[in-house]
């Protein structure tokens, strides 16, 4: 008779699937981005520039402002003043319209999470740029906190910054469904700002396919409070430019109703593609009226890359990046 399995194995194998998807590829995308360019490894909250130093020998290079030296011709050393114990909140859509991946060149919906190398869904897309932000946040030593957004809020995970606390995170994460009821983002916005213990970094993770004006009233009411909030718009390739789309006529339907249209991409491709960005456009100029960071990321682009352009175009406000 065979021995039988440890309970500790037993205890592993049952919480790999949870722990093995999200977790690793978020470690994976944070190690990447700390073995990039990028000198800071926070959002821009948790470093705040206060002044100049002259340069001395054995300083960090990295931290030398090199523009200024061309100015000056002198090296100065561009200092720092870190706010501690910074809580960061993930708000992450998981309205219908997230589940959205594209279409093949029949028309035919693509897997909703698609293996390595293929086209994965705008919800599973943000879940992973979700568990990287959250990554980097407990290695940085702040806290963190979750909330859904669907029709309501759901999925609250309260603050905290321990790796333990990181783990239960993610497996949360890895365990959400989709909403099937029509995506309400501003309403989730407001029942999470009740609930969120003290004020800190918003970031909201969503096609954003709403109206914006409401939105961008439940911004406002963050910014108004003391929140420094960053909103990752994401999207498909062929969300943005109906063109990429088949010459063919296929089905469109809507994920949050019962709408369905027939469409042909070549005939409704240069409205279609103004609308769209115009919607971008809208929302891009008043996220910006309220000093919110806007950055527009495709699923078909890693997640690794686009956050590492996002932290490095930081110091430009306002940036919207469309890869």
């Keep these: 008779m065979a021995n039988p399995v440890p309970q500790r194995r037993r205890d592993l194998e049952q919480t790999w699937p949870q722990l093995g998807g999200l977790f690793f ?15 800071s490894s926070s959002l821009g909250s948790g470093l705040d520039f206060y002044d100049y130093r002259p ?4 300083d960090p290079t990295q931290h030398v402002d090199w523009k200024l030296y061309g100015r000056t011709d002198r090296l100065y050393l561009r200092r720092y003043r870190r706010m501690t114990d910074l809580p960061v909140y993930l708000l992450v859509d998981h309205s219908g319209s997230m589940a959205y991946s594209g279409v093949d060149e029949r028309g035919g919906p693509l897997d909703r999470v698609a293996p390595p190398g293929r086209r994965i869904s705008k919800f599973h897309w943000a879940c992973l740029l979700a ?4 990554f980097l946040t407990v290695r940085q030593s702040d806290q963190v906190g979750l909330g859904m957004a669907g029709s309501r809020l759901s999925g609250l995970v309260r603050p905290a910054g321990s790796w333990a606390h990181l783990k239960r995170l993610v497996a949360s994460l890895e365990a959400a469904t989709f909403d099937p009821a029509p995506g309400n983002l501003p309403m989730a916005m407001e029942s999470f700002h009740q609930v969120l213990p003290r004020r800190g970094l918003l970031v909201v993770i969503s096609d954003l396919l709403e109206d914006p004006q409401p939105i961008l009233e439940a911004v406002w009411r963050y910014r108004h409070s003391g929140f420094e909030v960053v909103v990752f718009q994401v999207l498909t390739r062929q969300e943005i430019d109906l063109n990429v789309m088949a010459g063919q006529g296929f089905d469109l339907s809507d994920l949050e109703s019962p709408a369905k ?3 042909r991409p070549d005939q409704v491709a240069e409205s279609y593609n103004r609308i769209i960005a115009h919607h971008i456009e809208a929302l891009h100029d008043g996220l910006v009226m309220h000093g919110v960071d806007h950055a527009v990321a495709l699923t078909d682009q890693p997640v690794a890359g686009a956050l590492r352009r996002y932290l490095q175009d930081r110091s430009s406000p306002g940036s919207r990046q469309v890869p």
């Design 25 to 39: 590829a978020a470690r994976r995308a944070v190690e990447g981005i700390w073995s990039g360019r990028h000198a």
């Design 55 to 58: 340069y001395t020998p054995g």
């Design 131 to 134: 568990s990287s932000l959250a």
């Design 261 to 263: 249209v027939r469409i």
